[in-house]
């Protein structure tokens, strides 16, 4: 099966839509399928091109086996509406007219979470008469809503109108998570043709292992129960909450908390704690994913927060299958939902109430005092994660793609 997928989003960005097609589309490259996907010049969140790349009008390269045409785009921080709709609808276009001429493929895949990267695969799979397949990742514009970047608008009627044209036209619509399947449903589109591949784990690649001691070293670690919080530092995640636990917990010499990434928001974190002299807290920029399993090694404890609005309850950040694979346990802070049911039916964590800084607090203070909970709490989560392996999840995927191709 030939495969094109289009997407904004590829390595070497480290963000969960790049690192779920890359680790897609490497199994089915093992399977003996063929891969083409169309992207721009790696700039995410920072708007600002990797290392050894330009923004061309057209670039191809191969990694993995994978076909990877990059296409030129209008780049700009992951920050400002007005700004990222026009990055979007940059890749759109030129997303569109550089899959014309890769060879016809069996289906055309596009993903989300903004839909334009979709239009532009929805449109290419009319000029070659191919199935198309909407990946959902996040329920857009809503997610726009509910973190307060705008206000339900026109501007915002007309984006849920382009939002259901899409879902209505897709063959099938293959969702990460069964609460978009099911908002989905309730909105009138058919659940025949609505799939859920959630998010999981490279398990070669993230795994336990022993503490990375250069890396405690380099980061002023070494002998601290260490908080970490791993990805990009945007406005769902309500950082300015987990400072301010951090901030309760600032006379504790002997816990620290670890940021990893950036975003939006990384300039407001670091101003928080230049502000408010958090000497307990260790900001890092976005690392390579090659050290991203070191860095996880480092985490005696992970949190994963969110927002207190009702959406967030639809969402599984994929951070938290990561940490089930390095058997890191989970300090879950974000509504109840799917994400909450996960890791309370897996037993790899704990949640407690979103955007509560002395909730967070005080279960961190509990979990440094009690090594055995925390042992047995890594032990399932590494129980886990062979439930959420990326290998098992890509072919669930590959099933779905057949048969829409036939």
């Not at 999981?200 to 795994?207: E, I």
């Not at 992970?302 to 959406?311: C, E, G, K, Y």
């Not at 299958?321 to 049911?341: D, H, Q």
């Not at 996960?342 to 407690?352: K, L, Y």
Request: some cysteine; glycine content about 6%; aromatic content about 8%.
């Amino acid at each position: 099966m030939r495969i094109l997928f289009l997407s904004d989003n590829f390595p070497p960005e480290v963000n969960a839509p790049a690192t779920r097609l890359i680790e897609h589309a490497r199994q089915w490259i093992a399977d003996g399928h063929e891969v083409t996907v169309v992207t721009c010049a790696p700039n995410f969140p920072d708007g600002k091109l990797f290392d050894g790349y330009r923004n061309r009008l057209r670039q191809v390269e191969t990694i993995d086996g994978i076909r990877v045409v990059r296409v030129k785009t209008y780049i700009t921080a992951n920050e400002g509406f007005v700004k990222r709709t026009l990055d979007y609808m940059s890749f759109m276009v030129a997303g569109f007219f550089a899959g014309l001429f890769e060879r016809r493929p069996d289906v055309v895949v596009a993903t989300s979470p903004q839909f334009f990267c979709a239009i532009g695969g929805w449109a290419l799979s009319v000029a070659k008469w191919r199935p198309f397949v909407f990946e959902l990742r996040d329920l857009w514009p809503a997610s726009i809503t509910a973190v307060g970047a705008m206000k339900k608008s026109l501007l915002i009627l007309i984006l849920e109108w382009i939002e259901m044209f899409l879902y209505r036209r897709a063959k099938a619509i293959v969702s990460v998570t069964h609460s978009f399947r099911d908002e989905l449903i309730e909105r009138g589109i058919p659940g025949d043709k609505i799939h859920v591949v959630v998010n999981g784990v490279d398990l070669a690649r993230y795994g336990p292992r022993e503490r990375d001691a250069d890396l405690a070293r380099e980061f002023d670690l070494e002998g601290k129960f260490t908080v970490g919080y791993m990805g990009t530092h945007g406005m769902a995640h309500a950082l300015d909450k987990v400072l301010a636990g951090a901030e309760l917990l600032r006379e504790r010499d002997d816990i620290a908390f670890f940021f990893a990434g950036s975003g939006a928001e990384r300039a407001r974190v670091e101003s928080i704690v230049a502000e408010r002299n958090l000497t307990n807290v260790r900001l890092i920029p976005r690392q390579p994913k090659e050290r991203m399993p070191g860095l996880w090694s480092l985490c005696d404890l992970t949190i994963v927060p969110l927002r207190d609005t009702p959406l967030f309850a639809t969402v599984i950040p994929s951070k938290i299958f990561e940490a089930m694979g390095m058997g890191v346990p989970i300090l879950m802070s974000l509504p109840t939902g799917e994400a909450t049911r996960i890791v309370e039916q897996t037993v790899s964590g704990v949640c407690i109430p979103p955007e509560d800084p002395q909730a967070l607090a005080d279960t961190v203070t509990e979990l440094c005092a009690q090594p055995a909970r925390l042992a047995e709490l890594r032990q399932q989560a590494l129980d886990a994660a062979p439930r959420y392996a990326r290998a098992t999840l890509a072919r669930r995927m590959t099933a779905i793609l057949e048969r829409v191709a036939k």
